[in-house]
């Protein structure tokens, strides 16, 4: 039996939303609770150049480029999500001392006391971007690997407007690779 074009077609036809979506970070679950915008970050094949006597031919390259993923999220009234960023950005740059990487955890936790064996764990976080489908139930997700930030937006106090906005941070990270999954894990 000859198939059909048809049976080729995409037979969900619900559009994917924009606002369905929830994002956990493991290091920072103050941040997922607020974040309000999200991306599937874009990817970029290099391209090497065949040296021809008509005409260079363009083929493909053998190396990815991710682009960067930026999370915004509404800052608490005690910032203490904004302050968890903080402190891993000022843990990784080391401002002042070693010891800030572990100042979240404090003297008393394990990874405190581990010294530099666990550093690896407080540099890096995995992350998830949970999308959800039409009717708001988990569709797929999209999994990133050895996330750290590289940037925070400021938070600009200003007395003259008359409407209350709220404040939202940006903040930018840097990853090893993502991957798109079914909810079981299958790559999709």
Request: glycine share 6%; with cysteine.
């Amino acid at each position: 039996m000859a198939r059909s074009i048809y049976d080729k077609q995409i037979q969900n036809r619900n559009y994917l939303s924009p606002t369905g979506f929830n994002f956990t970070l493991q290091r920072c679950p103050k941040v997922s609770f607020f974040s309000n915008t999200a991306q599937i970050p874009g990817i970029d094949l290099g391209v090497a150049i065949q040296p021809n006597y008509l005409k260079d031919i363009p083929r493909p390259g053998d190396k990815l480029e991710f682009s960067d993923f930026t999370l915004r999220f509404l800052v608490d009234e005690d910032i203490k999500n904004y302050m968890q960023i903080q402190n891993w950005m000022r843990g990784l740059g080391y401002p002042e001392s070693l010891r800030e990487i572990y100042s979240e955890y404090g003297e008393s936790s394990e990874l405190y006391k581990g010294g530099f064996q666990n550093s690896e764990e407080l540099l890096y976080s995995d992350g998830t971007l949970e999308v959800l489908n039409s009717t708001m139930n988990p569709q797929f997700l999209v999994k990133f690997k050895g996330m750290f930030p590289i940037s925070l937006t400021t938070l600009d106090f200003d007395a003259t407007p008359t409407d209350v906005d709220y404040f939202t941070a940006e903040c930018t990270f840097k990853y090893t690779v993502y991957s798109i999954t079914d909810l079981a894990g299958n790559p999709l």
